[in-house]
């Protein structure tokens, strides 16, 4: 098979063989594409039936001491990016196509390797610059706020898209009950450490654990949300259970999975990607059709499930409600 490099989209530089046929594939033509999707998701995948949401928030500890914040008023011009009509795409899908490389570089591979991951008991360390640090287990964060529906695009780096309807609440509750110090001008998040969960650890195809970092204002804007679920049922394991977060706006890596720990800092703190490849990955990895990756086109997408490729939109299509934290910057710089 004659593959050129120039057509390779993968955010790996050093992929193994197979993989390396993958991407191949996955970088040809909207035909090509389509086709290789269709055959690495052809049926046997399996369906993923994980407990109910609501019944695991029903069985919470109702004796805790974490009372549920009440919602503030949002704005209808940011409300209204809280949905879309677009088509929703398909929970064998967003199940069986995934970026988890902890479990394994192979998108088709991660959900079979994930399986029976032990997220009980499941701490998440809230530290750093605040008044009120402390360790939330997942119950206490499932009682903060009751779990919304957010049905956001999501659009990887790679050029492909999906359309996921999350249930979860903005961080910005969570960060709320820290009570940040106004020295606080980030936040960092890292995923678990542990090689024998997470057996693709053992490899230096990235430095462990995997980091991501946002600006303050970002991380407290209402469309950045932690998620605990998908089509109301529990996050499955491949998909960053039990909490990841989602920020709709960007790249799909900044969207970290399987969070153990949020630090509030005051300088840009270290992410995953640009540690690997400071050249091609930036820190705001902001959704920008008119700012290429260095070795693809960043101008349009394959959305999963769909024939032929779309225009990428600026922000994702969530230019209105984010594109005032970016007022002045230069988005080429600034990527
Ligand atoms: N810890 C961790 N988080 C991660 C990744 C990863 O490899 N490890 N992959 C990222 C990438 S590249 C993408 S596109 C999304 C994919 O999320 P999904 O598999 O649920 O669609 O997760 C992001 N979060
Ligand atoms: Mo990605």
């Known amino acids: 098979m004659n593959i050129k490099s120039s057509e390779i989209t993968t955010e790996t530089n050093y992929l193994n063989r197979r993989n390396f046929i993958r991407a191949g594939l996955f970088g040809a033509s909207m035909l090509g594409t389509t086709w290789a999707y269709r055959k690495l998701n052809s049926p046997g995948g399996g369906e993923v039936t994980q407990p109910l949401l609501a019944d695991l928030i029903a069985a919470a500890d109702v004796s805790a001491t974490t009372t549920p914040v009440a919602s503030g008023p949002v704005d209808p011009s940011i409300t209204k990016a809280f949905t879309t009509d ?6 064998k899908d967003i199940t069986h196509y995934n970026n988890f490389y ?20 499941w701490g998440v360390s809230v530290e750093g610059l605040c008044k009120k640090p402390r360790v939330f287990d997942l119950d206490d964060i499932l009682r903060i706020s009751p779990p919304e529906e957010r049905v956001y695009r999501m659009r990887c780096v790679e050029g492909w898209s999906m359309v996921i309807p999350w249930n979860g609440f903005s961080l910005s509750k969570l960060l709320e009950r820290v009570e940040p110090q106004s020295d606080a001008k980030y936040v960092a998040f890292t995923t678990l450490f542990d090689k024998k969960r997470m057996p693709n650890q053992k490899s230096s195809v990235l430095d462990w654990p995997y980091v991501e970092g946002l600006r303050m204002d970002e991380a407290m804007h209402p469309l950045t949300i932690l998620a605990s679920g998908i089509y109301g049922r529990a996050l499955p394991p491949q998909d960053g259970a039990p909490l990841r977060l989602v920020i709709p706006w960007k790249y799909g890596f900044k969207g970290i999975k399987s969070i153990v720990k949020i630090e509030l800092v005051e300088k840009e703190p270290p992410c995953t990607w640009n540690i690997a490849n400071p050249g091609e990955y930036g820190f705001y990895s902001n959704v ?44 080429k710089k600034y990527f």
């Open 288 to 331: 920008n059709p008119k700012v290429d990756h260095p070795r693809w086109s960043q101008a349009t997408e394959q959305r999963i499930g769909e024939f032929g490729r779309r225009d990428t939109l600026m922000f994702n299509g969530y230019a209105e409600q984010v594109g005032g934290l970016y007022a002045g910057m230069d988005l």
């Open 102 to 121: 902890e479990f394994s570089t192979d998108k088709a591979e991660v959900a079979d390797l994930a399986k029976g991951f032990v997220t009980k008991p």
């Open 86 to 91: 677009e088509k929703q795409t398909e929970l």
